[in-house]
């Protein structure tokens, strides 16, 4: 009989409701890296696949999630890893016991750093790329990061500050902009609140180089006049659910740029890349500067809770299902 292992998977493309704890075999991947999981992470985009809203759309059921840390069950001998190893790793089927990952996606998690932690591996890698591949970020620069509070803005504000920038977090309460001062923000204004003349005045009125986007929606058009000229916008994702239009004469006028920010298909195209990343992240860890943040952790049958949180914005740092102790 093969191995099986406990899984969280998704039957219907009805939202988090359709999500069932259930039993699958244990993946059979030749050349791929199999991971005992201890914790996954849990995603915006997780959500929008329960509804047959994100552009990756497998065949049903199946289990979601791409944020995998656990510990090497096996690996090929030619991947650097062995069994034992702590390791995080981007793929796909991360709510199980088991996770199948490609080598090239896998990386050792640094000493010091927990499973829960780890999970935020794509945020920071995000981050990194878009901060420094993408952005060009330059010490001194004001960046203004809109979702400060959540796993992906928590991420981009400790990196940006630990490359010495100015970081100016938006994020929607006082719970939230607490959370955002903890991760380095070295000021927080509330998206509630009249944010861009704020962000305006904590520049003099120039305005910031730099605006780090996850939400997009409404406020993308006001990001845009909170840009210096020659800033540079990245378009993270559409958390604030609409994907907003560029009217490219106010590009034109300011000298400004709208860059998309997609790390894992440049990471595709650009495999090289993948070590300078994991490099610049391991010495932004080594100097204490990034320490992911964790908000809610729940057991692995509890995934629709988990994504509720997201939905109804009440998540703060990343978001995590705990498989094994």
């Known amino acids: ?23 699958a075999p244990v993946p059979d991947a030749p050349g791929a890296v199999i991971i005992d999981v201890h914790a996954a992470g849990v995603a915006f985009a997780d959500l929008l696949m329960t509804r047959g809203q994100y552009q990756f759309r497998p065949d049903l059921p199946f289990v979601p999630g791409s944020d995998i840390a656990g ?28 996770a199948a990952a490609a080598p090239a996606s896998t990386f050792v998690i640094p000493d010091g750093m927990s499973f829960e932690q780890a999970t935020s591996l794509i945020n920071y890698q995000t981050g990194y790329f878009g901060l420094v591949t993408r952005g060009a970020l330059q010490p001194g620069e004001h960046v203004l990061v809109h979702g400060a509070a959540g796993g992906v803005g928590t991420a981009a504000v400790q990196i940006a500050r630990g490359l010495g920038a100015e970081v100016i977090a938006v994020a929607q309460g006082d719970e939230k902009r607490a959370i955002a001062a903890e991760a380095g923000a070295q000021h927080t204004l509330d998206a509630d609140g009249d944010w861009l003349e704020a962000a305006k005045a904590l ?28 800033g540079r916008l990245l378009v993270i994702g559409f958390a604030g659910g609409a994907i907003p239009q560029v009217k490219v004469n106010r590009l034109l006028l ?11 298909e440049w990471a595709r195209v650009h495999p090289e890349t993948r070590a300078v ?15 992911p943040i964790v908000g809610q952790v729940f057991p692995l049958e509890r995934g629709a809770d988990a ?19």
């Open 277 to 291: 990343v994991a490099a610049g992240l391991q010495a932004l860890w080594d100097s204490g500067h990034v320490r």
């Open 1 to 23: 009989m093969p191995e099986t292992m406990r899984v969280l998977r998704l039957t219907r493309l009805e939202g988090p409701d359709a999500l069932e704890i259930g039993e």
């Open 307 to 325: 994504l509720r949180a997201i939905e109804e914005r009440r998540a703060t740092g990343k978001i995590v299902l705990r498989v094994r102790e």
């Open 203 to 230: 520049t003099g009125g120039r305005g910031v180089e730099m605006v780090y986007d996850p939400v997009g929606g409404d406020r993308f058009t006001d990001s845009l006049r909170a840009l210096a000229p020659g």
């Open 254 to 264: 300011n000298n400004t740029s709208v860059i998309g920010v997609a790390w894992p």
């Open 71 to 98: 510990v090497v069950r096996s690996a090929p001998d030619d991947s650097g890893f062995r069994s034992g190893d702590r390791v995080v790793a981007t793929g796909f089927g991360a709510w199980a016991e088991v």
